[in-house]
């Protein structure tokens, strides 16, 4: 039976066509063959175009290649739970010598992460991602690791970073990813969790600051620092400073901070124009809960910026991104008001699963 049958297509009377008795099948290395099932045999050549051809681009987002026990490639559909033999990427195949494609991919709003990584092999590399059991850090972590990564899920929740690791792990069995206990609200985890990570004895290529909270309450920590700032900012700035030989004895590496556009609408000087670092931990009579997480942002900001001015010698560089405007996620769950604002927002803002894809365009640009 004809390969475009097999694929639930219309006959046509296309040179493309396969002849009855014929399949079309691939190779380890993507090189289409054709068997002739009635002779028993194969060929390279297309039995009527007599073109060679292989298969373009990479297998679908859940398709894994194997091999059995007799050397035949067939291919895991992990999203439906099948497997089969026709290779899903034979409906993309090109000539043996095709012209040059334009190497120059673009980006839109709606690219997603999993389509900015298409192609990259991440295998070798170790990622660590704070605030990775959800939202922005989890589609990362997932896009990471389904690309072959090393994955490490710095979260404060022990479990709901293990149930995400678990949700990653059903979309590819074969994922190497973890879970390690990370409160950026207390100094002492930041140092158990450096510490803990260093005994795994394991290189660090990308280190991602991407947890934060927004709108919360007025509190102190236990290091009597005011919440927003220590876990928005300090936390990964001592995070940072604890790992920061490992990045370079692992360098080409890379440092992404999750920043945001809201840190335009602040500063950290006073009425003279003079640096006031009381503003960054303010009292609770002087505290709004927008202000200090606008003064974070803008805290990472400059911290990226003295980072890769400072390690950037070293192969190690620093980028702060802005996750989009209005980009919906669980970070408004600390008050209701925000609940409202962010909901009435959300038919026009970009979901979370899978769309994200600035941290990856930023890490992978440059990391071969």
């Given at each position: 039976?004809?390969?475009?049958?097999?694929?639930?297509?219309?006959?046509?009377?296309?040179?493309?066509?396969?002849?009855?008795?014929?399949?079309?099948?691939?190779?380890?290395?993507?090189?289409?063959?054709?068997?002739?099932?009635?002779?028993?045999?194969?060929?390279?050549?297309?039995?009527?175009?007599?073109?060679?051809?292989?298969v373009?681009?990479?297998?679908?987002?859940?398709?894994?290649?194997?091999?059995?026990?007799?050397?035949?490639?067939?291919?895991?559909?992990?999203?439906?739970?099948?497997?089969?033999?026709?290779?899903?990427?034979?409906?993309?195949?090109?000539d043996?010598?095709?012209?040059?494609?334009?190497a120059?991919?673009?980006?839109?709003?709606?690219?997603?992460?999993?389509?900015?990584?298409?192609?990259?092999?991440?295998?070798?590399?170790?990622?660590?991602?704070?605030?990775?059991?959800?939202?922005?850090?989890?589609?990362?972590?997932?896009?990471?690791?389904?690309?072959?990564?090393?994955?490490?899920?710095?979260?404060?929740?022990?479990?709901?970073?293990?149930?995400?690791?678990?949700?990653?792990?059903?979309?590819w069995?074969?994922?190497?990813?973890?879970?390690?206990?990370?409160?950026?609200?207390?100094?002492?985890?930041?140092?158990?969790?450096?510490?803990?990570?260093?005994?795994?004895?394991?290189?660090?290529?990308?280190l991602?600051?991407?947890a934060?909270?927004?709108?919360?309450?007025?509190?102190?920590?236990?290091?009597?620092?005011?919440?927003?700032?220590?876990?928005?900012?300090?936390?990964?700035?001592?995070?940072?400073?604890?790992?920061?030989?490992?990045?370079?004895?692992?360098?080409?590496?890379?440092?992404?901070?999750?920043?945001?556009?809201?840190?335009?609408?602040?500063?950290?000087?006073?009425?003279?124009?003079?640096?006031?670092?009381?503003?960054?931990?303010?009292a609770?009579?002087?505290?709004?809960?927008?202000?200090?997480?606008?003064?974070?942002?803008?805290?990472?900001?400059?911290?990226?910026?003295?980072?890769?001015?400072?390690?950037?010698?070293?192969?190690?560089?620093?980028?702060?991104?802005?996750?989009?405007?209005?980009?919906?996620?669980?970070?408004?769950?600390?008050?209701?008001?925000?609940?409202?604002?962010?909901?009435?927002?959300?038919?026009?803002?970009?979901?979370?699963?899978?769309?994200?894809?600035?941290?990856?365009?930023?890490?992978?640009?440059?990391?071969?």
């Amino acid at each position: 039976m004809a390969a475009l049958k097999y694929a639930g297509l219309d006959d046509t009377d296309s040179e493309e066509e396969l002849p009855p008795g014929w399949e079309e099948r691939t190779t380890k290395d993507g090189w289409v063959y054709y068997a002739n099932h009635l002779e028993e045999r194969t060929q390279w050549d297309h039995p009527k175009s007599g073109k060679r051809k292989r298969v373009a681009g990479d297998l679908p987002y859940g398709w894994e290649q194997e091999t059995d026990e007799n050397g035949q490639v067939y291919f895991v559909d992990h999203i439906n739970k099948r497997t089969t033999y026709l290779d899903p990427r034979l409906a993309f195949t090109v000539d043996d010598n095709p012209m040059k494609p334009n190497a120059k991919q673009k980006y839109d709003g709606n690219t997603t992460a999993m389509e900015i990584l298409q192609g990259r092999d991440m295998s070798g590399k170790v990622a660590i991602i704070t605030g990775a059991n959800s939202g922005i850090g989890f589609e990362t972590a997932k896009s990471f690791a389904l690309h072959g990564a090393h994955v490490i899920l710095a979260c404060r929740n022990a479990s709901k970073a293990n149930e995400a690791v678990q949700r990653i792990l059903e979309e590819w069995h074969k994922a190497k990813v973890e879970a390690m206990t990370l409160d950026l609200g207390s100094l002492s985890s930041i140092r158990d969790f450096a510490e803990a990570f260093r005994a795994k004895n394991l290189s660090l290529h990308v280190l991602i600051c991407n947890a934060a909270v927004f709108g919360v309450p007025w509190q102190l920590t236990a290091d009597s620092l005011e919440s927003t700032f220590q876990v928005n900012h300090l936390g990964h700035f001592y995070l940072v400073q604890l790992l920061r030989d490992l990045l370079c004895r692992s360098a080409p590496a890379r440092v992404v901070v999750v920043s945001s556009e809201s840190h335009r609408f602040t500063e950290i000087k006073d009425s003279s124009g003079k640096l006031d670092l009381n503003m960054l931990s303010p009292a609770k009579k002087e505290y709004w809960a927008m202000l200090a997480y606008n003064r974070s942002k803008l805290c990472n900001i400059l911290m990226s910026n003295e980072l890769n001015r400072q390690l950037s010698p070293h192969g190690v560089t620093s980028n702060a991104v802005h996750p989009g405007n209005m980009m919906y996620s669980s970070l408004h769950q600390n008050w209701w008001v925000y609940t409202l604002l962010f909901s009435l927002a959300r038919p026009f803002t970009k979901s979370m699963v899978g769309e994200w894809c600035f941290i990856p365009l930023w890490i992978i640009s440059k990391m071969h």
